[in-house]
DNA sequence: GTAGGTCTTGACCATACGGTCAGGAAAAGA
DNA sequence: TCTTTTCCTGACCGTATGGTCAAGACCTAC
């Protein structure tokens, strides 16, 4: 093949199958390991056995380790931006933010490691995702700090501070991935059930909308 | 000194002035260094430097990086479960839930690295505290949420999950220690002032005790 | 003062880790 | 089939790390 031609490929973003496949599988590992291990302590030699591959290969799709971490950490950022999706095209306040809370809490279901790798790097002062933190974050935040806004100026919710809640709708389903040992040590050292996720779900949905004065008041009360 | 005086001397708890300052720094420097770099990127180099005395010195305070750790962790359970003071010492429930809260938000505050560790243990699968969080945390969870169950039962609040509500408070006060760094990145980069850690904390009491039930409803709304 | 302990520290060691590289296998064009 | 490119991998290297140790400094009780 012409040099030329290569090079048109990779700028297209067509890389062989091969290539795709391997990286996906490696950053699949990688994003285990990194998980369990935090940075320092995942060895590449880890994530190419739980890869199964030699580590070496790692090395050929992925230059360095912060290289291979930083691959990671993108993804899942891209993954916790998507899930304003369900804040933007809602209907009303509760649909919009109980929406999101549904959502994240998804998210925590299906990527906990994704989620711990994300907790691990801001918790270390975010040294590969700064700027993100600044760009993109701040504006997301921005944005959504608005809508939250709107709804209160509406008089569809109390006259929460909007950051506070986001922290608190963040910290809150996170919890759910991020302290996802500790909350299966309290549950008999069993993992979640659906019916278990579905209760939780429904009641960080619950006690927060309700919180912001986007349902009534809980009944059978004196 | 004869060795019978040492030893009783050790049971007795009371250990040279030297010895009890000198632990004491290297616990400090190692809580800060476990927190910034995680337990896997965290050197004894790194630890002995931030004490200011020889790596060698370390080890014979404390005989591995593993000891020294647990120790770290150790601290912070204790400060962790005293908190619930304000628990059972309350009146009714707004004055116990909205204490703890309180509490703990003081302690993210105050011991922003011990949380940092303990978040980042437990996300590890808690691999040197696990007989901790079977014993000590889940008795206390178990009491605690009795005490929230009780008060269901009489009115005070509303029928929420009480384990949902305790992950809720937990998640939410330590969230602003491990997501310190996310917070000021979102804070113009600078860190709370007074005037805003009381804003968040009157936030988060004010949403979660209005989420169940133990707050007249938010007033001026339709 | 001095004996017997505690504390300090530079030098040292074995190991494990991230990363390199050469050379071969496999696939993709021509 | 022959050539070119991509992919694979065992062997290797320099370095940094946790931990050791022996020798000396420093206290403190008598």
Redesign the pocket.
Known sequence: ???A??KMR?KAGR?????RA?EEAILAAAEKVFAEAGFGG?????IADMAG?????L???F??????YRRVVENIFTIWLKAADCFDNAADAAAGIGGYIEAKMEISRRHPFGSKVWASEVMHGAPVIQDYLETALRGWTEGRMRAIQRWIDEGQIAAVDPRHLLYMIWATTQHYADFGHQIETLNAGKPLTDRQWRAAIDSVREIILRGIGALPPAPGKP
């Open positions: 093949m012409e040099e031609v290569r990779i890389r062989t199958d091969i290539r391997r995942a060895t590449m030699q880890l591959m030699p580590k070496a290969n090395h050929y799709y230059a360095t380790k912060e290289d291979l």
